[in-house]
């Protein structure tokens, strides 16, 4: 009788918190904890388009900043992965014309592809690039031009699984109030088992 008493007061010890006020408490902050995670994926944009404007302007201390604000940004707030990172793609096409325009003026093969490829194209391109290596493999003296490596001005930054800001401490109550009511329910069930198996005759 004395355990049958301890197991019943362990079922309602455990039914003291009633399982709809801790999914109700699960389902606000699944909430508070999505609208976290939305604002620093919004941060990590808002950051990534600071870079994009900046790699446009052209000022190359003003890219280095604005890289570093996202770098550090992003390696301090969860949900803020890049993909496939950020690819500086004007500071790359201003690289390469200027890679063509010195090996232009120090090489006449250089000049010669510039005419056959600047008459088919209104303004420099990725196709105008393509052109003119295809002009400059006429000739064998085109392997001194040294074009930059497109992979140099590719940036990846990894956000962390879990960080210490307001998504992270609100992803961490989720876990605990449904780790909750699984012991809960677990405990409950396992506990009525026991005491329809064990005193099932008295």
């Given at each position: 009788?004395?355990?049958?008493k301890?197991?019943?007061?362990?079922?309602?010890?455990?039914?003291?918190?009633?399982?709809?006020?801790l999914?109700?408490?699960?389902?606000?902050?699944?909430?508070?904890?999505?609208t976290?995670l939305?604002?620093?994926?919004?941060?990590?944009?808002?950051?990534?388009?600071?870079?994009?404007?900046?790699?446009?302007?052209g000022?190359n201390?003003?890219?280095q900043?604005?890289?570093?604000?996202?770098?550090r940004?992003?390696?301090?707030?969860?949900?803020?992965?890049?993909g496939k990172?950020?690819?500086?793609?004007?500071?790359y096409?201003?690289?390469?014309?200027?890679?063509y325009?010195?090996?232009?003026?120090?090489?006449?093969?250089?000049?010669?592809?510039?005419?056959?490829?600047?008459p088919?194209?209104?303004?420099?391109?990725?196709?105008?690039?393509?052109?003119?290596?295809?002009?400059?493999a006429?000739y064998?003296?085109?392997d001194?031009?040294?074009?930059?490596?497109?992979?140099?001005?590719?940036?990846?930054?990894v956000?962390?699984?879990?960080?210490?800001?307001?998504?992270?401490?609100s992803?961490?109550?989720?876990?605990v109030?449904?780790t909750?009511?699984?012991?809960?329910?677990?405990?409950?069930?396992?506990?009525?088992?026991?005491?329809?198996?064990?005193?099932?005759s008295?």
């Amino acid at each position: 009788m004395v355990d049958k008493k301890r197991v019943r007061r362990s079922i309602k010890q455990l039914q003291r918190v009633q399982t709809w006020k801790l999914v109700i408490l699960l389902i606000l902050s699944v909430f508070v904890s999505a609208t976290f995670l939305r604002l620093n994926n919004i941060g990590m944009i808002e950051r990534r388009e600071a870079v994009f404007a900046a790699d446009k302007v052209g000022d190359n201390e003003k890219i280095q900043s604005r890289l570093y604000d996202l770098q550090r940004y992003v390696s301090a707030h969860m949900n803020t992965d890049m993909g496939k990172g950020i690819y500086l793609e004007e500071s790359y096409k201003r690289d390469v014309q200027i890679a063509y325009t010195k090996a232009s003026s120090e090489n006449n093969i250089y000049k010669k592809a510039q005419e056959v490829c600047a008459p088919q194209f209104t303004s420099w391109s990725q196709a105008y690039v393509q052109c003119t290596i295809g002009e400059l493999a006429k000739y064998p003296a085109s392997d001194n031009l040294k074009l930059p490596h497109a992979d140099a001005y590719l940036h990846v930054f990894v956000s962390p699984l879990w960080s210490s800001d307001f998504a992270g401490w609100s992803m961490l109550v989720c876990i605990v109030i449904l780790t909750m009511i699984i012991v809960r329910f677990i405990g409950v069930l396992i506990l009525r088992l026991m005491l329809h198996h064990r005193y099932k005759s008295i």
